[in-house]
């Protein structure tokens, strides 16, 4: 055997193992992910959780776009007005307009609070910091969904901004221009996700695909709203995005995590921007979450080999994935357990149901369903 045939040998042996390993970023982004049916689900579904209440929509879900666990162990809730048409982009306008977007759970699932009526057009991101102010995202931009006029009780044009609430629903902080797309610092083209680090920096995830300007980037500001930076571009090279979806920080490194899923892979990168690794084992990810004890769940797709081949215009190809809730270690990249989607989601063409995902310390997941109209919680078995 010659040298350079034996070399390329050993160089296919590094491309695999790299998939999974933190250390081989670049070479991994080619390898191929692993079957979600060779993992295990330790999980169940608890039924009946929550508890939405008949008066709201006769207990019906629309779209549910993103849920967080607040300090005091509530859940926060983050959807659009019980609206659900079109499939994926719809919004809280007209008949839909008056409902809350936000809503908070206690454990058992009870309604607690309701609020943000009228603020947000397109709910989409939504973070809880340390003080339990909600940071959320509103992707609007000037109407361009079903055509409605995206005006607030002002005339004035909603979304393209981050906006900070404090519990009770009163805004505490702007960022980026109401109504106004860009791509310089003071603003966005629909962002999608947002994070907040302990020390209060904000993390915004800019450019949920299709956007005007292209923007595909990770901004950061200051606890009182001063842009720091900005990384990342439009393209599939380690630390480049393309329509980055969430974003999330967490774990005991307090890591930066990106569902860049266009890219299909997770990103991850240090509070400074750089770049530490891509992982496509974990498949066409719609969100992303980081607990305590480092363990990493994402809403994600991966392609069912039952639909191999079919023709892009085949009215069955957009069903050709697997959908569900990926579970894995943040510290490596490995992957430890596989919830698939509880529902046939025809509807749904990009990436998985869960268009949000968080956990609670007891390592009980919640799964904001844009594609099902729903909120999922799920529990180890034999747990309560």
Known sequence: MSFWRRKRMLRGVVLGVCAFVISCPVEAQQAQPLKPADLPNPYRLVEGWPVLP???NDGRWGEVSRVQVGPRGNIWVLHRCFA???PGSAVCLGAFKDYPPILEFDPA?????????????????????RDGNLWVTDVNDAGRVLGMPATNADGVVMGQD??????AGKVLLTLGKEGVSGSGPDAFDRPSGVAVAANGDVFVS????????????????????????????????????????????????????VADRQNKR????????????????????????????????????????????????DPTATRGLIRGIIVGSAKDGTLKAF?????????????????????????????????????????????H
């Open 54 to 56: 008949a008066a709201m």
């Open 84 to 86: 659900d048409k079109p």
């Open 109 to 129: 699932g009870r309604l607690v609070a309701s609020l943000g009526a009228g603020l947000l057009a397109y709910p989409h991101g939504l973070a809880v910091d």
């Open 162 to 167: 981050v906006l900070k609430l404090d519990p």
């Open 206 to 257: 800019d450019g949920h695909y299709p956007n005007a300007h292209h923007n595909a980037r990770i901004m950061k500001f200051d606890k009182n709203g001063y842009f720091v930076k900005s990384w990342g571009k439009l393209g599939s090279a380690p630390g480049d995005f393309d329509g980055p979806h969430d974003l999330c920080i967490g774990g005991s490194q307090q890591h930066v995590y």
């Open 266 to 313: 997770i990103q991850v990168f240090d509070q400074d921007g750089q770049f530490i690794a891509a992982w496509p084992q974990f498949g066409q990810v719609n969100s992303v979450f980081v607990g305590k004890d480092d363990t990493i769940y994402a809403g994600t797709a991966y392609p069912d080999p039952a639909y191999a081949g079919k023709a892009q215009d």
């Open 339 to 383: 919830i698939p989607d509880p529902t046939d989601l025809r509807t749904v063409v990009r990436g998985s149901s869960a268009s949000g995902i968080t956990a609670d310390d007891q390592g009980n997941i919640y799964a904001a369903d844009v594609g099902a109209h729903s909120l999922r919680k799920y529990t180890l078995q034999g747990h």
